[in-house]
C-alpha cells in the first residue's frame, strides 16, 4: 500500500524554494547547442583512441597545453579570484558519472546527473540545511555554522570544521582539495556567521548568498569576461531578471520542463574550465611562508586534512585588501596550465591514475569528447547567430604557437580549423583577450549560462536589494570586502 504523504506547508530551512527553481533541487546536465555535430564527427574521429591521441597531443604531459618552463605571466586579476572561480564551480556544478574514457550517448548526457544545484544558492557552504545535515551546525546557537577543527590536540580556530580523523565536514569535499580553496571556505562560513549576529538564519543564509551573487555579476565576470560581451549581456540580464512572464535572454533554453537549470556541458566541461590556466604552481600563504607549492606535502597543502594553523592564509597576499599591500596575481589566461595541474596527485586523481589522467588539460580535452562537445568553430557561428558581438571567423594565430606543426603532426584532422571547445576557449582568451580576459566566445558561454541563474533563480536581482554599506568600502562590492568582513 502506498501512503501518500501531505506536502510540507513551510519549505525545510536552507532548501526554501525560488520562483523559476529551487535551491538545494539538483538537475541534470544538458546541451546549450544540442543540434550541433560533435567536433570527433567534425574530424570524422571514430575511434576511442584517435580521440585519446589528439588529447595526448594537445593537454598531456609534455603536449600543447603544458606550461613546462612556468612560461605564462601574470595577468592583472588577484590571485584569490583563482580560487573564487574554483568556488563557484564547486556551488554549481558536479559530474560524478560520465566516463572519462569513453563516450556518452547523445540522448544520455541530458539524463546526467548535476550533484550540484545550478543556482548561485551556496549549497556547497549550506549544504541542505541545517535539518538534514546538522553535524555543519553549532547546535548551541541556532543558524550558525560550525568553523574551525581540532585534530590530534591541535586546534586551528580558522580552519573549517573537521571530525576527529581531520576530514572536512562542509557541503562540498572539493572545498578541501587545497589550502586556499578550504580557507575560501572559511571565510564564507565566517561571512555567514557574522550576519547571524543581527538575522535569524534564514536571513543571514540569503544576506550571504545575496553579497555573494552581487560579487559573481559585478565583480567576478566583469574582470574574467571580455568587455565586449559583458557589456552586451549585462543590460539584458539586468532587464531581464526584473520582466514578468517571457524573457528574451539569455538566447539559450537550458531549462528543463519544471524550469529548473539544466548545467550546459559546453560550460561545465569547456568554458568554465578556463579557470584551470589561471593556476600557479606556486603562491604565497602569509608573511612567514611567502611560497609555497599548490600541492605541497610537507605542508598538508595537499588538502583533504587540517591546514597546519602556521598556514592560516592572509588573503592581503592574494588580493587587494589593503593599499600598498603587494599582492599575487592570477597566471594570464591563456592556453597553457601550471605543471602543478599536469601531474595531479593522488588524493584528486587517485592512486593508480595513468600519467596522461594526471594532466588536467588531457582530462578537460577528453571529457569534452566524451560527452560530444562541438568544435570552438561551430559554436562561435551559433553565438554570433543569436547576436553576440562576436567577429567570425576568429584568426587565433595557432601557428605561432611553440612547436605547433610538430606538436599535431600526424593528428587526424586539422586541430586549427576543427578546434575542441576547451583549447578554442583558452586560445581565444589568449589572443583575443590578450592573456587578461577570456575572448568572445568563453565569454558569451559563461554570460549565457550564469544570466539564465540571475534572470530564472532566486536572486539578490529581482528584488531591490543593495550590498550592506558595512560591508562595501570602495564604491562598490568586491571580493577583497568580502573577505575582509567575513575576518571580522
Ligand atoms: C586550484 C586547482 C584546481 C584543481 C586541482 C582542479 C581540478 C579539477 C579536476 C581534477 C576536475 C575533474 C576533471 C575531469 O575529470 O573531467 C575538475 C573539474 C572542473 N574544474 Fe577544476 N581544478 C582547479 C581549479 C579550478 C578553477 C579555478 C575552476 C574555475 C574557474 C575550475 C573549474 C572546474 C570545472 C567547471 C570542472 C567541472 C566540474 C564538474 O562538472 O564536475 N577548476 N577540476
Redesign the pocket.
Known sequence: MTTIQKPLKKPMHGTSKAKGCSHARLGN?CKMFPKLKSWAEECKITEQCEAEAVAAAIGGVGGLMHDVRDESGDSNIPAAY??F??F???DI????T?P?HGKVPEAEIAKLP???SASLDLDCVYGLGPEAMPFMFDSTQPGRLLVGSEVDGVSNPEDVPRNADGRALIGDP?ND??L??SQMQAAFLKFHNRRLVAANFEKAQEETRYHYQYIVLYDFLKRVCHPDIYSFALPKIEQNAKKKGKKNYPFCDILDGCHRIC?PVE???AA?????S??RSVYPANASYPLIE??DERFGTLGFGQVPPELNVDWRYLLDIEDCHPFSKSKKVDELLAD??IR?PDP??GRNAATNDRA?AF??I??GHALGLASGQAVAKELAAKGYPIKLPADLKFSDIDNWACLTKGLPCDISKHTPLFLYVMREAAVLGMGQTLGPVGSAILMETFGTMFVHCDTFLKKSWKPDPCVVRGKDLTLADFMAYAKG
Open positions: 546536465f583563482t580560487f572561480a574554483q563557484v564551480d564547486h556544478t558536479l559530474d560524478t560520465s572519462l548535476n550533484l550540484r572539493r582539495e587545497n586556499f580553496i548545467m560550460f561545465s566541461v568554465y574550465r578556463f579557470g584551470h589561471l593556476v599548490l600541492f602543478e595541474l595531479l584528486v586523481v588536467l582530462r578537460n577528453l571529457r
